[in-house]
């Protein structure tokens, strides 16, 4: 069974940038759905954004601020966040989606704040 592992979270300042890693254990195949999702304290876990093949799907919250994208050859995708709102901050958390069966990883927290 693969395991993910995300990596990259921390501490910024309002309008800073951070780069999310999410490294599988093994090839995921391009045509597997991938995805971040992020859960804030007392809110419900929402998606961020998806990727499948050349599909990419962002949430109307993070358009134009976030960049999903996926290296196939490394097995690891990311998510490219830039211009953060202190709203962001949550714990995000990397999704592979295998026809019924979802995996995912431990999260990795965000935290914007001046």
């Known amino acids: 069974q693969v395991q993910l592992v995300e990596s990259g979270g921390g501490l910024v300042q309002p309008g800073g940038s951070l780069r999310l890693s999410c490294a599988a254990s093994?090839?995921?195949?391009?045509?597997?759905?991938m995805g971040w999702y992020r859960q804030a304290p007392g809110k419900q876990r929402e998606l961020v954004a998806s990727?499948?093949?050349?599909?990419?799907n962002y949430a109307d919250s993070v358009l134009g601020r976030l960049t999903i994208s996926r290296d196939n050859a490394k097995n690891t995708m990311y998510l490219q966040m830039n211009t953060l709102k202190p709203e962001d901050t949550a714990v995000y958390y990397c999704?592979?989606?295998?026809?019924?069966?979802?995996?995912w990883g431990q999260g990795t927290q965000v935290t914007v704040s001046a």
């Open positions: 999704n592979l989606r295998t026809g019924p069966f979802d995996t």
């Open positions: 093994k090839k995921i195949f391009s045509d597997y759905s």
């Open positions: 990727i499948t093949g050349r599909n990419i």
